[in-house]
């Protein structure tokens, strides 16, 4: 496998469910960000990691938790979603900061539905 | 604060119309700039990118250009093609934790 790699791509649950969104990158990056994608509205950055260490949390609700256990690894856990979180959901690496060029390269994304 | 704000659409064209999409942006200091295209089914990939004024970024006959005067980094293309269906993001460089400000997205459809 090459890239970025995010699964389920698809994911139903119901707002008292527990599941996990994951992501895996086979570049040899060491920052990794989740974004959500919605309808008619920019991409939001939820959180980011850059080797291994949470550098971003923008206000994002509690009933998202990230976990970085390694570089190569991102996970999304979900609980007690509301409907309004249905959304693409977007995993994404980089380089690290400073030797940053700008360039993020994304997962296909998990296309999440609450009921 | 960074922002971008770029064309709603949809655009419908037809094959070999010329294309432009919108951006303007606010932005503190001098930011990178980016064009990225999302494919049906896939995630987002960099199609261009300029990092300060007047450069001018290019990529499968994409082109925009950064203009500082107007705080514009429209997309064009002379010619479009059936495989240039897709949903574009216009996207501003931030400082801090190396993320992106993007767009709302500009959906274009080509038809034969």
């Known amino acids: 496998e090459t890239g970025v790699t995010q699964t389920p791509r698809h994911l139903v649950m119901g707002m008292t469910n527990k599941k996990s969104l994951k992501c895996e990158q086979h570049l040899g990056h060491n920052a990794m960000y989740w974004y959500k994608q919605s309808a008619k509205k920019p991409l939001e950055l939820m959180f980011v990691?850059?080797?291994?260490?949470?550098?971003e949390n923008n206000s994002v609700p509690s009933r998202f938790s990230p976990e970085c256990p390694n570089s190569s690894h991102l996970f999304l856990h979900l609980h007690t979603l509301q409907p309004e979180d249905s959304a693409l959901y977007l995993c994404?690496?980089?380089?690290?900061?400073?030797?940053?060029?700008?360039?993020?390269?994304f997962g296909e994304g998990s296309r999440l539905t609450v009921l | 604060g960074n922002s971008v704000t770029q064309m709603e659409g949809p655009v419908t064209l037809s094959e070999e119309a010329f294309l432009t999409i919108n951006c303007t942006y606010t932005?503190?200091?001098?930011?990178?700039l980016f064009w990225y295209v999302q494919y049906p089914g896939e995630g987002l990939q960099l199609l261009l990118k300029a990092t300060k004024a007047d450069d001018k970024g290019s990529n499968k006959g994409f082109e925009a250009t950064y203009r500082k005067e107007t705080t514009s980094f429209h997309l064009e293309k002379g010619s479009v093609q059936v495989s240039d269906s897709a949903v574009y993001f216009c996207?501003?460089?931030?400082?801090?934790?190396?993320?992106?400000?993007f767009g709302t997205g500009t959906r274009l459809t080509v038809i034969p």
């Open positions: 994404a690496s980089s380089h690290f900061r400073g030797l940053n060029t700008g360039e993020l390269f």
């Open positions: 996207a501003l460089g931030g400082t801090g934790a190396n993320n992106l400000f």
């Open positions: 932005a503190t200091g001098y930011p990178s």
């Open positions: 990691y850059s080797l291994e260490e949470r550098v």
